[in-house]
């Protein structure tokens, strides 16, 4: 194999290049990538850069090793051919590979409304450029900050707004902050440590509309009320970047590019593609751990072990190839709280309180499936999680005996899940 060409030079995409050069990959390696930077940490935008304690301009990953590549940032990858092995950029160039990894991650669902997208004080955070653009508004001091989604993203962002002393609303769709990725009894004892820091958090409520002429106003809301804000931050999810696969013949759609547990990209009739491999935001794979469908995992360290995985597996005989099986873990930080998952708490039927208590002080709550540990969330207490992992990775029976000094005597409850976009 000559050239290995990875498109995506963000932590996936980085990753992937020098797990290739780890691994022995002495040939031509071409990195693609859309933003004009180099690559870069991407979860302290909407907490530490939003709080003002770093610039955008401190935010380049680390490099583990001299990688000897080719560069083309600022370059958007428009279309795939599969047949004659070549990536279409939307210069006009294409490039051709041998081996081919696709990292392009995901991208901020927008507002859907483009005229009310466009206003002045209209804002998603998912890049570089977007935090830059929306930390120049917050300078302004507005008089009240829209968050709409109170998802991860959501709560980080209200969470950096209320630091600087902006007085926040979050407008959420579910019954419970984070409701859709830890259900709505943890979300609720969340938001209710949201409210106690002076958050105008109002759930299972919607935006109707935006309003302004050229520059916000205000916002309607699906309860009747009118906010007036001078910033709205979007945060109702992501969206894959992958139409640029669109008729390449790949197994892609909204939902993300279906792989294999080795990273193989599929074709659309479910087939492995040789010597193309998708990782990171963008890839759709179905874990070997859990009884669940196919997902993506938009977390850093299921980046890195696909970008090591596919690494592997193109550098080394096909006949034996490497698997992803690490169990998703992710980490957020807001209103004082260290907020912690291992597993998929998402797939859970009940929840039970395991330490501490939801109303102060630091907490766990386990999950079950089916009578089995599926997953964890620690509150301020990251170091016990490892103990969940071990359980979830054992399937251990469902509530697990954890006989801690501070376990509550507390039942299983049924999980509710909120659905829909935030």
Not at 267 to 274: E, L, S
Not at 280 to 308: I, K, M, T, Y
Not at 352 to 380: D, H, I, K, M, W
Request: proline letters at 6%; one cysteine or more.
């Amino acid at each position: 194999m000559n050239r290995i060409v990875i498109v995506g030079a963000s932590l996936a995409g980085l990753r992937t290049a020098e797990s290739l050069r780890a691994n022995g990959f002495t040939g031509e390696l071409v990195l693609i990538g859309e933003e004009p930077h180099e690559p870069y940490d991407r979860p302290p935008l909407s907490k530490t850069v939003l709080s003002g304690w770093i610039g955008t301009d401190r935010l380049l990953l680390p490099r583990t090793r001299e990688l000897n590549a080719r560069w083309l940032l600022g370059a958007a990858a428009t279309g795939l051919d599969l047949a004659a092995r070549e990536v279409r950029l939307a210069d006009g160039r294409a490039v051709r590979f041998d081996g081919l990894v696709i990292a392009t991650g995901a991208g901020a669902r927008p507002w859907p409304v483009p005229r009310e997208a466009a206003l002045r004080g209209v804002h998603v955070l998912r890049g570089r450029d977007d935090a830059d653009r929306l930390c120049a508004d917050l300078a302004e001091k507005p008089r009240r900050v829209l968050v709409i989604g109170g998802g991860f993203t959501g709560s980080e962002v209200a969470s950096s707004c209320h630091d600087l002393g902006i007085p926040v609303t979050v407008t959420h769709r579910g019954v419970a902050p984070m409701a859709g990725a830890l259900g709505s009894v943890v979300g609720t004892a969340i938001g209710a440590r949201q409210r106690a820091r002076g958050i105008d958090l109002r759930v299972s409520t919607t935006v109707t509309s935006l309003v302004g002429e050229e520059r916000l106003t205000g916002a309607r809301l699906s309860d009747g009320d009118v906010l007036d804000v001078d910033i709205v931050v979007v945060a109702t999810g992501s969206v894959r970047n992958n139409g640029w696969l669109a008729g390449s013949g790949l197994a892609a759609d909204g939902r993300g590019l279906d792989c294999d547990t080795a990273s193989r990209a599929l074709d659309v009739t479910g087939a492995v593609v040789p010597g193309v491999y998708a990782v990171g935001d963008v890839a759709r794979w179905r874990h070997p751990h859990f009884d669940a469908p196919p997902q993506s995992l938009e977390h850093w360290g299921n980046a890195v072990d696909q970008a090591e995985v596919a690494a592997h597996n193109l550098t080394h005989a096909s006949t034996d190839p490497r698997h992803t099986s690490a169990l998703p873990a992710f980490w957020s930080d807001q209103f004082g709280m260290n907020i912690k998952s291992v597993g998929l708490p998402q797939l859970a039927d009940e929840v039970v309180l395991t330490q501490g208590c939801f109303e102060r002080g630091p907490f766990v709550a386990a999950y079950g499936r089916r009578g089995s540990t599926v997953g964890a969330v620690a509150v301020n207490s990251p170091r016990v999680l490892d103990g969940y992992a071990a359980l979830v990775t054992q399937r251990a029976a469902f509530p697990p005996a954890i006989n801690a000094t501070d376990s509550p005597v507390a039942r299983p409850v049924p999980v509710t899940v909120s659905g829909g976009k935030p």
